[in-house]
Nanobody, 126 residues
Framework: QLQLVESGGNSVQPGGSLRLSCAASGFTFSNYAMGWFRQAPGKEREGVACITSKGGEQKYAASAKGRFTISRDNAKNTVYLQMDSLEPEDTGVYYC???????????????????WGQGTQVTVSS
């Protein structure tokens, strides 16, 4: 049974850092691109970062570029999102997602992802 379990969400002050993790099981992790999405209160879910199956390419939303880093450890079936210089606008529920199929390039299109975790809350506030 496919499972994606996020962890690492917390409340931090502006300028702080968090590292999110997503532990995957139930499928061959190294065959799929993985993504991080977030949903802020009252807003639609948006793509934050994506990494290809072997980790060779990454793609970031403009708001995340330069502050967030997506990485993966295929030996541990885990994908990470390192978030630095956090801003109040980064507040939301962060979801890990698996691509629907093999992707030639990273994408932030929600429709390219078919399996989702339950989410982890990130709150950035002073």
């Amino acid at each position: 049974q496919l499972q994606l379990v996020e962890s690492g969400g917390n409340s931090v002050q502006p300028g702080g850092s968090l590292r999110l993790s997503c532990a995957a099981s139930g499928f061959t992790f190294s065959n799929y691109a993985m993504g991080w999405f977030r949903q802020a209160p009252g807003k639609e879910r948006e793509g934050v970062a994506c990494i290809t199956s072997k980790g060779g390419e990454q793609k970031y939303a403009a708001s995340a570029k330069g502050r967030f880093t997506i990485s993966r450890d295929n030996a541990k079936n885990t994908v990470y999102l390192q978030m630095d210089s956090l801003e109040p606008e980064d507040t939301g529920v962060y979801y890990c997602a698996r691509s629907r199929s093999l992707l030639a390039a990273p994408t932030l299109r929600e429709t390219d992802f078919g399996s989702w975790g339950q989410g982890t809350q990130v709150t950035v506030s002073s």
